[in-house]
């Protein structure tokens, strides 16, 4: 039997290289915190105040790489144990992550062109979302919710991943602008990264199984049984 199929291994490989933009990024912050070379530009905040940025980075990359497998139906089919253990993990570690985020809002001292009001304050409403959806998740799935466990669990994802999506944002304006963007034009595009994420997992959660429509057969066989039906 095999363990995934090849469009969950496309899936697998396109979440773990796009959650790699930033997590690689803070795990370089991590070893320059931890005494090693300088190689990421500069973060006055984080060698003033290095506990909350190094659990941070260290959970987000738990969040986002660990929280990638559970999306895969296979192995939520084929292994629920691994499943469910793995998602006990990641949503501690999702948790922990927003949780030092909203610390790091709240306590660091940023410069203007860094965190403006309108980022202060998404920030402060999207981490303190993120924890109440993987609260909510939670409990959905020990109510047996399937539907509300999935769609509570791929809006906190949504909010998690922004950090990458805000990473390849960044990049593109530099491309396009010659610069780094700063002020406004900064929270602007960190923000719309968010509203970015969260309409795709609306999308998604739109295309997720009703609560009451049950599915039966294999993906392979649902998917031809679709097809035959013009459903997709
Ligand atoms: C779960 C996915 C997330 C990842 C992968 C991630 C990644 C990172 C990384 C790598 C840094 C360090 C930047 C540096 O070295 O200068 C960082 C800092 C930070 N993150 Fe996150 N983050 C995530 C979620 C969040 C969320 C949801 C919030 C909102 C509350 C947040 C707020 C912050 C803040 C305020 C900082 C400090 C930025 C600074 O000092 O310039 N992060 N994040």
Known sequence: MKLLRRSEWALLAFILVYSSVPTVGGLIRVLELAGGPTI?????????DPLPITVHILTSFVFCLAGALQFLP?????????????GRVVAIAGCM??????????????????????LYWVRIVLGSSMMVLIVWAVIAIRSRDRFRHTASILRA?????????????????????????????????MVSAWILNLAVAEILIRR??????????????RSVIDRAKGTV
């Open 74 to 86: 296979s192995i939520k089919r084929q292994h629920p144990a691994v499943h469910r253990i793995n």
């Open 208 to 221: 997720l199984p009703k609560p009451g429509t049950r599915r039966t057969g294999s993906a392979r066989q």
């Open 40 to 48: 990421a530009p500069p973060n006055p905040r984080a060698l003033a």
């Open 97 to 118: 992550s927003a949780a030092t985020g909203l610390w790091m809002t709240h306590d660091y001292t940023f410069p203007a062109g860094l965190q403006g009001s309108l």
């Open 157 to 189: 994802y949504a909010i998690g991943q922004g950090a990458s999506t805000q990473t390849v944002m960044g990049i593109a304006w530099i491309v396009f602008a010659g610069s780094e963007a700063t002020g406004p034009v900064r929270d602007a595009i």
